[in-house]
């Protein structure tokens, strides 16, 4: 649901909380990659993932495939949406590749734990990829928003875009919605106030992670 609209402002919150610490590493096992590899995972791209996950002791804690609701799940790569590890650990991935990730607590729940995570949890992850997609930061979405072909997005066309993306998620439209969210699109997003977000200004910034 409102999967690209929703990445886009959960990327627009990650942007403004940016306390940097010494990363550790993630440590990353290839256990099956697929033969034919049209594309690989990069920053940016929406990723379709069944996951498993497991404490340190071996006791597994989350399993996509057989809890409730039995669903891979959709993310997209490189924007803190999912934990750090994941973001560092998963690019370069085909559709069909399996890795084993080890990730430690600083790239994952940290200090804090979350839910049935305690604190200081190093955690390891068997993540299937089953789709890669184009991201809503890709060439290919700014290309779809951009409707008068000029390289930049003017207010209407990012209107245009969330109202089309509410119809496609088979929400009905609000103006007064589409208007806030836009507005607060273009305080964040549009660096030198000019009104516009241009391809510039749209493309993801790397070097948050
Ligand atoms: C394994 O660790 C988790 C998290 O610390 C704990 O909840 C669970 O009870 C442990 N399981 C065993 C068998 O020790
Ligand atoms: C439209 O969005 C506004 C602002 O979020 C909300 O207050 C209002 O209830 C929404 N209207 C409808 C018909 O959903
Ligand atoms: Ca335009
Ligand atoms: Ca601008």
């Given at each position: 649901?409102?999967?690209?609209?929703?990445?886009?402002s959960?990327?627009?919150?990650a942007?403004?909380?940016?306390?940097?610490?010494?990363?550790?590493?993630?440590?990353?096992?290839?256990?099956?990659?697929?033969?034919?590899?049209?594309?690989?995972?990069?920053?940016?791209?929406?990723?379709?993932?069944?996951?498993?996950?497991?404490?340190?002791?071996?006791?597994?804690?989350?399993?996509?495939?057989?809890?409730?609701?039995?669903?891979?799940?959709?993310?997209?790569?490189?924007?803190?949406?999912?934990?750090?590890?994941?973001?560092?650990?998963?690019?370069?991935?085909?559709?069909?590749?399996?890795r084993?990730?080890?990730?430690?607590?600083?790239?994952?729940?940290?200090?804090?734990?979350k839910?049935?995570?305690?604190?200081?949890?190093?955690?390891?992850?068997?993540?299937?990829?089953?789709?890669?997609?184009?991201?809503?930061?890709?060439?290919?979405?700014?290309?779809?928003?951009?409707?008068?072909?000029?390289?930049?997005?003017?207010?209407?066309?990012?209107?245009?875009?969330?109202?089309?993306?509410?119809?496609?998620?088979?929400?009905?439209?609000?103006?007064?919605?589409?208007?806030?969210m836009?507005?607060d699109?273009?305080?964040?997003?549009?660096?030198?106030?000019?009104?516009?977000?241009?391809?510039?200004?749209f493309?993801?910034?790397?070097?948050?992670?």
């Amino acid at each position: 649901m409102l999967l690209t609209v929703l990445s886009w402002s959960i990327s627009l919150l990650a942007a403004s909380c940016g306390a940097k610490l010494p990363d550790p590493e993630v440590k990353v096992e290839v256990l099956h990659r697929p033969f034919l590899c049209h594309r690989k995972s990069k920053y940016g791209d929406m990723l379709l993932v069944h996951h498993e996950g497991y404490f340190e002791n071996g006791t597994r804690f989350h399993n996509s495939r057989s809890d409730d609701n039995q669903q891979p799940v959709w993310f997209t790569l490189g924007i803190k949406e999912v934990i750090k590890g994941w973001d560092k650990g998963l690019q370069d991935m085909c559709a069909g590749e399996k890795r084993k990730l080890i990730v430690p607590p600083a790239l994952a729940y940290g200090k804090e734990g979350k839910g049935k995570i305690p604190p200081e949890s190093t955690l390891t992850f068997i993540i299937e990829v089953m789709e890669i997609r184009n991201g809503p930061r890709s060439h290919e979405s700014f290309q779809e928003m951009d409707l008068n072909d000029d390289w930049k997005l003017s207010k209407y066309e990012v209107k245009e875009y969330l109202r089309k993306e509410f119809e496609r998620h088979g929400y009905p439209p609000n103006d007064t919605l589409h208007e806030n969210m836009m507005e607060d699109i273009f305080a964040k997003e549009d660096e030198n106030k000019d009104g516009f977000i241009s391809s510039r200004e749209f493309t993801y910034k790397h070097d948050e992670l």
